[in-house]
């Protein structure tokens, strides 16, 4: 009883090269395909797509951390479940910083709204971004809860 290898041909590295052509068995290229094929998620940059939005991997920051920061001096908000520190920013602010300081320490996603920021300031919050609130905490982002079209990146 013979036993035949079934092989084909495969640009693997580490193959067997056989009548100048690198070959390969097919439990090489199974490997090599499992070593390919990741789950959603997985592929180190940690991106995946929910909802049609790119998502990264950013820390996760609750609430009651949010709290803390809430004077001129040390200011966050929370737009869109995402975490931004705008202490830099405050000095900056086309409206002033009235507006900021009153909405420090909390999610100021209506303000926001409400204010009709241009898309120039819907892509500078990136530069201010530090997280993003966790999963039980989001009220955008989240599914099975409220979700808005166009979310800022």
Partial sequence: MSTVDTQVQSPIEGCDVV????TATILQLAMAALRLTKAPGTDGN???SISGHQQRHRPQITLDEVAYHDCYDDCWIV??????DITNFL????????VL?????RDATIAFLNAGHSELALKSLKLYEIGELPPCEC????AG??????LPD
């Fill in 46 to 48: 940690n991106n995946s």
């Fill in 19 to 22: 009548n100048g052509n690198q």
């Fill in 139 to 142: 009220i955008y982002r989240c």
């Fill in 91 to 98: 000095r900056l602010h086309p409206g002033g910083h009235d």
């Fill in 101 to 105: 300081v009153e909405n420090a320490g």
């Fill in 145 to 150: 809860k409220l979700t808005l079209k166009n």
């Fill in 79 to 84: 737009l869109y479940d995402r975490v931004y």
